[in-house]
């Protein structure tokens, strides 16, 4: 995920212009082609909401052939044949489909999946940029998930352009 310093994933009307850097930070890494060629790489397939999969279809999809599951309760199509939609119980979902297939399962984008994910313990780990932009107010990345969860901190990236990647792993109880 990608979020202001000040915790917001998008602006209110669900604009997301902001989320470039222009600051430098000279001790940074480049935050090449190469790096997100690589990283990219390390990616099995891609979970995501309705929301989320509708702005990718309109900014340009991103995410090439690489399987990609939309959880919606609403009737959407695909012209891609790699995204399928789901809905039903997330946990059976993400441990009985998912889990036994794929290695590395990326969560993109929003709120209400996020939310659910870390409620339901079927995160292993968040991973979150911080561009260098306070937004005020906007939509929240982290909304009332109604449980404490502690957290260790894995890693952490520091870019030329300012923004921060912090990788956390979720302390499992």
């Not at 099995?44 to 309109?58: F, H, K, L, N, P």
């Not at 997330?90 to 889990?99: A, F, R, Y």
């Amino acid at each position: 995920m990608v979020s202001s310093l000040d915790g917001f994933i998008a602006k209110k009307d669900g604009s997301v212009s902001w989320m470039h850097s222009k600051d430098t930070y000279q001790k940074g890494i480049e935050l090449s082609d190469e790096y997100v060629a690589n990283f990219l790489k390390s990616i099995d397939c891609y979970v995501m909401g309705s929301r989320t999969y509708e702005q990718a279809i309109e900014l340009g999809w991103p995410y090439g052939e690489v399987p990609v599951f939309v959880f919606s309760n609403r009737a959407l199509k695909s012209d891609k044949k790699s995204v399928r939609f789901l809905s039903g119980d997330l946990t059976q979902i993400v441990n009985h489909q998912l889990k036994p297939s794929y290695r590395n399962i990326w969560m993109v984008g929003g709120t209400l999946l996020t939310k659910e994910f870390l409620r339901l313990g079927l995160a292993d780990e968040i991973n979150i940029t911080i561009i260098p932009t306070l937004l005020g107010d906007g939509k929240p990345f982290f909304d009332d998930i109604g449980k404490e969860l502690a957290l260790h901190l894995k890693d952490v990236t520091p870019f030329k352009d300012g923004m921060v990647e912090l990788v956390y792993g979720i302390k499992k109880d």
